[in-house]
């Protein structure tokens, strides 16, 4: 037994001495490269709370399923916001139906891990207004064709594993 506590205290020893390691090479790289900057960064603050939802839903399984929802809108508007601040905001104004499309994925996740056909009804809608708005926006039928499409295979798909 006190061989795999030390086996174990090795490897975290060296994840850990990994990741500073890394941590500190950014840290050198911003002196040169200017990136790390907290106006740019900011939304990285979204997967704080990110961190204690997984670790919940990894130690609970199924019982603590419902937080793949907030886990996936964070994350999803985390990657968002990282973009409009890269492109100082210039999107901002026809993206807008990207605040549809984290909680429909949330749903859409969640249907997934739990297999309840009656996620995939507010999925199906916060997706596909978010694909017709896109579709309104960019003057296309491209976003709700292939959300249609995407939307009937899951349908199909789900339908033959009953």
Known sequence: MADVNEKRTRVAALAGGIVLAAVGIVFLLNNYYHFLDAERLWPLFLLVPVIPLAVNW?????????SVVPITILTYYCGYFLWLTHTRWYGAGFTWP???VGPGL???FLYFIERRPALLAPAFILLGLA?????GIYGSSLPLGGFLILAGIILVLTSRRK
């Open 98 to 100: 990207h605040y549809l």
């Open 106 to 108: 949330g749903f859409l």
């Open 131 to 135: 694909a017709a708005f896109f579709g």
């Open 58 to 66: 990894l130690s609970r399984g199924r019982e603590a399923a419902g």
